[in-house]
């Protein structure tokens, strides 16, 4: 059955540094998505990504965040200056689109800021 | 906006008991819901969806618009239940992204 992937599966990184994070989807899906969970914490929606553009994003998703599909495959979540509240297992989805259907998601890259 | 409360964060039985995480929602359309499961050093994974109305594992779940719930049924709980429960709304409307919200989870253990 095909998987979503993530990498790295652990990131450590300095404040304000930046980090990409890397996921591939199902090939054939046409919804993308990134959740983050801090630990204790709720899954949190972060952000969807349909036609090659952001088609919803929360308020958790302000300019620090982007996100691209430079390849067709890959699809990235960009944090351009890290910080401490960042630290967090960033989960990604990925949906065919067909009502009922399931999200699937990958097994998470857990972002250390130190 | 919409809304998903799991009101336990833990939840112990004896195997062999009945288990049920409960699950409320608040969303003024009409929602897909889903419980997912994350077994330890696991990624989430889809259990159920309303609109299934299927068995899978033996759990079970029911969505009550009336009291606006969807709680997880199981009737004999067994060790290899033992994860983290989360129960998600999707959004059906159109220009929707889709996107699921989330409870809070409940971790359930169930003991020998």
């Known amino acids: 059955e095909p998987e979503v992937t993530q990498t790295p599966s652990h990131q450590v990184t300095q404040m304000g540094q930046e980090v990409i994070l890397r996921c591939v989807p199902i090939?054939?899906?046409?919804?993308f998505y990134w959740y983050r969970q801090i630990l204790g914490q709720k899954v949190e929606f972060l952000v969807s990504?349909?036609?090659?553009?952001?088609?919803?994003k929360s308020e958790i998703f302000d300019d620090q965040f982007s996100v691209e599909r430079p390849d067709g495959s890959n699809f990235t979540l960009k944090i351009r200056s890290t910080k401490l509240e960042d630290s967090a297992m960033y989960f990604c989805?990925?949906?065919?689109?067909?009502?009922?259907?399931?999200?699937?998601f990958g097994p998470g890259t857990r972002l250390t800021v130190t | 906006a919409q809304r998903v409360t799991q009101p336990e964060k833990l939840l112990s039985v004896f195997k062999g008991a009945p288990v049920e995480l409960k699950c409320n929602y608040s969303?003024?359309?009409?929602?897909?819901l889903f419980w997912y499961v994350q077994y330890s050093r696991q990624r989430l994974q889809l259990l159920l969806r309303h609109i299934s109305r299927e068995s899978i594992k033996g759990f079970t779940a029911d969505l009550n618009k009336g009291e606006t719930s969807f709680h997880l049924k199981k009737p004999f709980a067994q060790e290899e239940d033992s994860a983290m429960y989360y129960c998600?709304?999707?959004?059906?409307?159109?220009?929707?992204?889709?996107?699921?919200?989330f409870g809070s989870g409940t971790q359930l253990t169930v003991l020998p």
């Open positions: 969303y003024s359309g009409s929602p897909e």
């Open positions: 090939s054939n899906h046409l919804y």
């Open positions: 998600a709304l999707r959004r059906i409307s159109s220009g929707s992204a889709r996107q699921l919200t």
């Open positions: 990504f349909y036609n090659n553009e952001i088609s919803e």
């Open positions: 989805a990925s949906f065919s689109g067909l009502r009922s259907y399931e999200q699937y």
